[in-house]
């Protein structure tokens, strides 16, 4: 199971942070993904973390960060210099094993998302 939590209403330039709460799937020895999904659109990875790095879409690299903690069996999506195209529901997505792959297809467990708006 994955909770993500942390979404809201944000201004453009503003930072944020998602959290995605994993149960059933250690993230220590697999790979944790956000993907987002904006109207109208498909479903976009953003990142993926696991034991061999951080791989990141071009779209936010240089502004987003992903960091896991292991204690908490968490993962943490840090959001900076937002932009109104980054509207959209934040998934938290987990595969077995730790090829850092940013294809939906490959993940077979899914949070609800959360709603991320930036917006003026």
């Not at 993500?4 to 993230?27: F, M, N, Y």
């Not at 109207?39 to 993926?48: F, I, L, N």
């Amino acid at each position: 199971q994955l909770v993500e939590s942390g979404g809201r209403l944000v201004q453009p330039g503003d930072s944020l942070r998602l959290s995605c709460v994993a149960s059933g799937i250690t993230v220590d020895r697999n790979t944790i993904a956000w993907f987002r999904q904006a109207p109208g659109k498909s479903r976009e990875g953003v990142g993926c973390i696991s034991m061999y790095g951080e791989t990141y879409a071009d779209s936010v690299k240089g502004r987003f960060t992903i960091s896991r903690d292991l204690a908490e069996n968490s993962v943490y999506l840090q959001m900076s210099a937002l932009k109104p195209e980054d509207t959209a529901v934040y998934y938290c997505a987990a595969k077995y094993g730790v090829q850092p792959v940013l294809m939906a297809g490959r993940y077979g467990f899914w949070g609800r998302g959360t709603q991320v708006t930036v917006s003026s």
